[in-house]
């Protein structure tokens, strides 16, 4: 009897990069601390998919100007969790802003830190649902579903707005980073799912919402018998 062996969303994830072939560009950008900084992550083309996120310090060249030695000798420096957070507010969109102040703990008291994200940009498939309405996600014969990213919520004035009041719209801040999309909808073939505060919560009340997918279609791993 064969069993299809892929459960982990880890192991899902490994196969799906190392799967895919096209890739748009490597970039590294590097945010300096400080409260009006703002570190921005883009693609052209495709979808951003964080590989590796620092926020401290390991060296003692990036973010040096006007410091004193004493706040840039120390080069063991970084916050855990970094990658987690990065990915959650970032994966799967066009372009993502963050201040690096949005992390509150100090990894390293009397150090100047800094953001620093290795990201790549991969092909999607981006579609928005509004709210009360069903995602339905597809593949063709072969392929499953692998999830970039998911957000139910408003980030602008115009989408899912026809014969909406002025009201319902003006919260653009609005954000639930889900990653239920991807657990309900990673290795399958085709995956409906509503985009509903029922089945997400509300991150914003009053406010009409949308849910908005990144995702691609990846050949299914093999399948193997069971030993």
Known sequence: MLRFRVSATLLLAATCLLMMKTVFG????????????VHRLSCDTGVIVV???????????TCIKGR?????SNTLCSLEG???????????KTECELNPRVFSKDPCVGTAKYLETTYDCFPAINFDTCEGSLAQLQCDEGKIIFIYGANYG???????????????????????????V????????????????????????????YLK???????????RPNN
């Open 82 to 92: 970094t990658l987690d957070i990065i990915k959650l507010s970032c994966d799967g």
């Open 213 to 223: 997918v990144a995702y691609t279609c990846i050949l299914q791993p093999q399948q």
């Open 51 to 61: 590989k590796d996120a620092l926020y401290g310090r390991r060296d003692s060249e």
């Open 182 to 209: 991807a657990n309900i909808c990673n290795g399958k073939n085709s995956c409906t799912i509503s985009a509903t505060n029922s089945e997400f919560g509300d991150p914003c009340g009053g406010t009409y919402k």
């Open 154 to 180: 408003r980030h602008d004035h115009t989408t899912c707005s026809y014969n909406r009041p002025t009201i319902q719209l003006q919260r653009i801040d609005c954000s639930d980073h889900s990653r239920k």
């Open 68 to 72: 004193p030695h004493s706040q840039i």
């Open 26 to 37: 490597t970039e590294r950008v590097t945010t300096c601390g400080g409260v009006y900084n």
